[in-house]
């Protein structure tokens, strides 16, 4: 049978893209989208990744407390 064909980065590795390019002033989705086919990783995946950081899910930094 054919082998599975593993894209060249994880999903981690391409939220950490992401990360980079939304603080670059790219627009979140069109990060994860542009990410998602370059990487050939599903965008689903590279999507679940990004808001998977705490950083990213408020847009605030990592141990942020969004809760007054």
Request: positive net charge; charged residues 30%.
């Amino acid at each position: 049978g054919a082998a599975a064909v593993r894209p060249a980065v994880t999903v981690a590795e391409a939220a950490d893209v992401v990360s980079r390019r939304v603080r670059a002033g790219v627009p979140r989705k069109e990060a994860i989208a542009a990410v998602a086919r370059e990487s050939g990783l599903p965008r689903r995946e590279v999507y679940a990744a990004v808001v998977a950081r705490p950083d990213e899910r408020t847009g605030g930094r990592a141990g942020d407390d969004p809760e007054p």
